[in-house]
């Protein structure tokens, strides 16, 4: 009887949604954003700064850009519990979707516009 309620219990858990890691936190809308903007001022502040012609059409970046990226960074830091490394790791990864999927003019007016907003 003990091993088929055993059994019984067993193949229940099975069937159960894995719990959601706790060191891996949920980012928000708000820290989303943040860190694609981020990688956007970071690619665009890149571009001008080595010469390039479509990086040239975007406003300057440098030095609100890089004061938006380190300040963003640091608030996902502060409120998510996440080390560096980890948001550094994001912001890589988020840079690198931009790219691969050729989406940074179409979230640089957002990013500008939200840079704005930022007061920096």
């Not at 954003?33 to 890149?46: E, G, I, N, P």
């Not at 700064?49 to 059409?57: P, Q």
């Not at 840079?95 to 990013?111: I, W």
Request: charged letters at 20%; glycine letters at 4%; hydrophobic letters at 45%.
């Amino acid at each position: 009887m003990i091993k088929l309620i055993t059994a019984a219990a067993l193949m229940a858990a099975s069937f159960q949604t894995p719990p959601a890691k706790r060191d891996e936190p949920q980012l928000s809308q708000e820290h989303t954003a943040m860190l694609r903007c981020s990688a956007a001022f970071a690619l665009v502040s890149y571009g001008q700064a080595n010469g390039d012609e479509a990086a040239k059409a975007w406003p300057t970046i440098d030095p609100r850009g890089r004061e938006f990226f380190v300040r963003s960074l640091a608030k996902i830091i502060d409120d998510t519990g996440m080390t560096r490394d980890q948001v550094s790791q994001l912001a890589e990864a988020q840079a690198q979707r931009l790219l691969d999927a050729d989406l940074l003019d179409s979230v640089m007016p957002g990013c500008l516009l939200m840079l704005d907003a930022s007061g920096v």
